[in-house]
């Protein structure tokens, strides 16, 4: 999705905060970051609202509606 301009969520995760996530936490890694990313804290992932927007973006959402509950 990078090739077609998709933009994850940018969250700031602080070196002691990722450690100790990785090391607590079976499913915490920081591995499939790169060190660019992992140096400046700053970590982009996908979430729904990026989603979202990209499926918009590229004509790609047929409807979008929230399930109460």
Do not use: C, P
């Not at 992992?38 to 973006?57: I, T």
């Amino acid at each position: 999705m990078k090739n077609r301009n998709f933009q994850g969520t940018v969250v700031r995760i602080w070196f002691f905060e990722s450690v100790f996530g990785a090391l607590f936490k079976d499913n915490i890694t920081f591995s499939d970051h790169t060190e660019e990313e992992r140096g400046k804290g700053l970590y982009e992932f996908v979430s729904e609202k990026a989603l979202v927007q990209y499926l918009r973006q590229e004509n790609l959402l047929a409807d979008n509606f929230e399930i109460a509950g």
